[in-house]
């Protein structure tokens, strides 16, 4: 009994202690934790969902007005040196259109499929300075005849160094190189190809204070604020504000240029702030088609071609980064490793057609336009094969396509200061994929972020107006070449980040590194939406080999 007794008494129940609450994370009574999202919840139409035709028709064309800009300001930069006026500057205009909305509607159909805007590229400014340059000791009997050889000369080293595009792109090895991306690298590639654009926004922006400030501000009141007064102000300045603002302050650039406020000024305020000084509506013809070799035979000569081909890889890098962006801002998936190879080679072939149709730079994806999918929070590819049809349309009809490329350059740039940030702030997203409090990746995200601007900022600031740029041997060639691929931000950022990111503990941190997330997406058939978003349309893939996939 005793030992009953003291057993009994050793088991009486005891009183249940409070189980301790769990260890919380740092700061989470401060506000709720955001998990990692692989889809933009808050887009109104993605990749494969469309608007009302009304809409799709508006926006389409708001995507033509911004790629308009990019191609006014090439245009401007390059043709005067050329030896160009008014009527060949309109015609150059006509053909980056109509090379644009072609290679847009194949890249859109055969390419990435993403809802992207091939329009002329930047980085091919450089090569192009380049061949003037070289052709500047010539003797020609006019200014016009001088343009005219130097466009046949730019073709000639646009048709054969598209050759690098086609074979890095249908060989597979442009997407081999993408399998050594991971969040860490995509961040700040995507962030540079937004945030490289800088000096061609606020800057030009300061061009024509007077234009370019209210643009700005009338577009963040309009388009962030006043949508939020009544339900029906929302959908329409959401997605419509850009061209309501457009129309206003350019209205009220053509008062002040009627008034006078711009007859006693500096001639380069006269080309900013006017809306007449172009000369664009009178010189150019009402109808002219594009057709190849439109000014004539093409020249070919190596140390252009050389040249040309740097800027060809560098135009390559820019498209891959605006890639990624797109398909976040269009809710697809990352584009898997052959889809961005089958991207690059018709890249190239839609060079070798800029080449052929006479347009003075290649083509690649647009970042403003990428941007405006965020702005708008419309992401459908319909829109952006519909605006293909403004381009091509505008190029022929050359009066209306004039009419509105007088828009001042300062409001383009206006529109640009947000819609490349938009591309930039896309960027910023890519690194919830990957560990944010590794101080390895914090590491090789700001060394790969900080020289991708500094080094191509070094490069732009000691190049002149010639193209001679920082890197100056006697191979006028190879010079084009490094100049070329050091001044683009994206270019560098991937070189860099790449580079570190695949060599500084990469086994040990591959978690980290936020690889096994981007891995699915890489593969072919790693994860069923890839099929969805990306395969050709009609079963075409049934007829191409599989290498060409």
Not at 300 to 316: D, E
Not at 333 to 354: K, N, W
Request: aromatic share 12%.
């Amino acid at each position: 009994m005793g030992e009953t007794h003291n057993h009994e008494h050793n088991h009486q129940p005891q009183p249940q202690q409070a189980a301790a609450p769990p260890a919380m994370p740092l700061g989470s009574a401060r506000g709720p934790m955001f998990p990692p999202a692989e889809q933009l919840l808050q887009l109104h139409y993605c990749i494969h969902s469309n608007p009302s035709w009304p809409q799709t028709v508006l926006l389409a064309f708001q995507h033509y007005i911004v790629m308009l800009g990019t191609t006014v300001m090439i245009a401007t930069v390059l043709v005067p040196q050329m030896g160009g006026g008014p009527g060949d500057k309109a015609r150059v205009i006509q053909s980056l259109l109509f090379t644009s909305g072609v290679n847009t509607l194949l890249q859109t159909l055969f390419g990435t499929r993403l809802p992207t805007v091939m329009g002329p590229s930047f980085a091919y400014i450089i090569s192009a300075l380049s061949v003037i340059n070289d052709l500047s000791d010539s003797t020609f009997r006019s200014e016009h005849q001088r343009f005219e050889h130097t466009m046949r000369a730019i073709q000639g080293s646009l048709i054969v160094s598209s050759i690098i595009n086609i074979i890095l792109g249908y060989g597979q090895v442009w997407g081999k190189l993408t399998r050594f991306f991971s969040p860490v690298v995509i961040t700040p590639l995507v962030c540079v190809v937004g945030l490289g654009f800088s000096a061609r926004a606020f800057p030009q922006v300061a061009d024509c204070i007077e234009i370019g400030l209210p643009m700005l501000i009338l577009l963040v009141i309009s388009q962030q604020y006043m949508q939020r007064v009544h339900p029906v102000a929302q959908s329409i300045l959401e997605r419509f504000a850009l061209l309501l603002c457009i129309g206003l302050i350019w209205a009220f650039a053509a008062i002040l240029t009627v008034a006078g406020a711009y007859n006693h000024v500096k001639e380069q305020t006269k080309m900013s702030c006017r809306i007449d000084h172009s000369f664009l509506l009178s010189s150019a013809p009402w109808i002219k088609v594009p057709y190849p070799f439109q000014w004539g035979t093409p020249i070919f000569r190596a140390s252009h071609v050389f040249g040309m081909m740097g800027a060809a890889l560098v135009s390559s890098a820019e498209s891959t980064a605006t890639f990624y962006a797109a398909s976040r801002l269009s809710g697809a998936t990352p584009p898997p490793a052959h889809v961005v190879s089958r991207s690059i080679g018709l890249q190239g072939i839609g060079q070798l057609f800029d080449g052929f149709f006479g347009a003075v730079v290649g083509t690649t994806a647009s970042v403003e336009n990428v941007g405006l999918l965020g702005l708008t929070r419309v992401g459908s590819r319909r829109v952006v094969q519909i605006s293909t049809a403004f381009m091509i349309f505008f190029s022929i009809f050359g009066k209306f396509g004039a009419f509105f490329a007088q828009i001042p350059l300062p409001i383009f740039a206006a529109i640009y200061c947000i819609l490349y940030g938009m591309v930039a702030a896309i960027g910023i997203s890519f690194i919830q994929f990957a560990n944010k409090n590794s101080m390895r990746n914090i590491y090789v995200l700001g060394i790969s972020l900080f020289l991708g601007l500094s080094i191509p900022q070094y490069f732009v600031m000691n190049t002149d107006i010639t193209g001679h740029g920082p890197v100056r041997t006697p191979a006028g060639w190879f010079n084009d070449i490094l100049n070329t691929i050091f001044s683009s931000p994206p270019t560098v950022a991937t070189i860099v980040g790449t580079v570190v990111d695949n060599t500084l503990e990469a086994r040990h941190s591959y978690d980290d590194r936020g690889v096994p997330w981007l891995v699915p997406f890489q593969r072919r058939k790693g994860d069923s939406r890839n099929e969805e978003f990306y395969s050709y349309p009609l079963r075409i893939n049934e007829y191409i080999p599989s290498r060409f996939l």
